[in-house]
């Protein structure tokens, strides 16, 4: 398949190119100390990540420790209940151990790490989703992590904190500014910036500076080479179209890189939150413009300033003011659509999925949902293949105190 000089039969491998761009979206901006140890990591990637031992160990890892393959299944009754002329499935991401797609990524930079002879990996975390699956992967290879979470943000999410220092990690309360993501993220540079020659960084999206984006979707992309496999075992046909929910974008990018050679229609769908002003949502690629932050060049949300906007979702995890440079690429390309769903939308989904599917998914991943059950109506024959993402049981609380349990009143 070709769109605009880009042939997406060797796509994975021509892109990004060797400085890491995406077209104009993606590089590097960071000073020399910084970008000398992502270089170290660049070359990591490529000598070891490449070598046939690594990739054994990490498909025994994956195996063995992480359940995977996860399966497909066949959404039977939420397809009836839309007319029956459409047939939804969804890759479950939920049944990977630890209840998301993160550890797909979490446990490839975790190994590289080891690989490296690194004794430390080092994150932030917003919603602590991500600090949570790095936890998991440093416990699993004996490192040791920390992980840099705003104060406002530990308060909130005192679940994943707890679930973090279980798993034997140390979490750093980071009291500058606003104490959320922002400042969590400068923190955990600032340490890094300190600690490269033992410690790693470890990305929680197919965000930040070269070579993460790059390493991150690849890392994912057993999502995507799976899928495509057991969609063609299951029904001897590709589906017609793929969705996927972006935040960041990893979940997307893996499932996606797995049909971008396809005759298969893409979707990715970002939070409308809200609605369409300022500060409401988090779809920085429908409503953003192009800026550099965090050390990539991509398509993002500003304030007046120029810098990184508040953003809103009802879904934490979705709630970030950009998207990886490839999502830009791919966008400006044509091959994926992008579109948006509000926070009402995906709610009435995650309890449309519980109650037709025995699934109670993440509320991030109820956006997808809830753009496939749409699609459906306009569709006349085929498909959808829905990447859920995560399992809900980390929303409970929330979903209970602001809906209940979404009976019919
Ligand atoms: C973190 C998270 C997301 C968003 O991250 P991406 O990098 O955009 O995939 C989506 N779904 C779930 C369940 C998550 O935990």
Redesign the pocket.
Known sequence: MKKKNVDFSTYLVDYPNKEGYFGKYGGSYLDKNLQKSMDEITEAYFSIAQSRKFIAELRRIRQEFQGRPTPITHLERLSNSLGGKIQLYAKREDLNHSG???LNHCMGEALLAKYMGKKKVIAETG?G??GVALATAAAYFGLECDIYMGAVDIKKQAPNVAKMKILGANVVEVTEGLQTLKEAVDAAFTAYQKEYKEAIYCI???VGPHPFPMMVRDFQSIVGIEAREQFLDMTGNLPTSVVA????????MGMFSGFLNDPVEIYGVEPLGKGKKLGQHAASLSYGSEGVMHGFNSIMIKDKKGNPAPVYSV?S??DYPS?GPEHAFLKDLGRVTYDVINDDDSIEAFFTLSKLEGIIP?I??SHAVAYAMKLAKKMDHGSILINL??RGDKDLDYILENYGTGEKK
């Open positions: 998301a797609h993160k919603a989703q991500h929680g999206s197919v929910c972006v935040g960041g974008g990893s979940n997307a879904a995890g979705l998207s993440a991030e991943s993402s995560g």
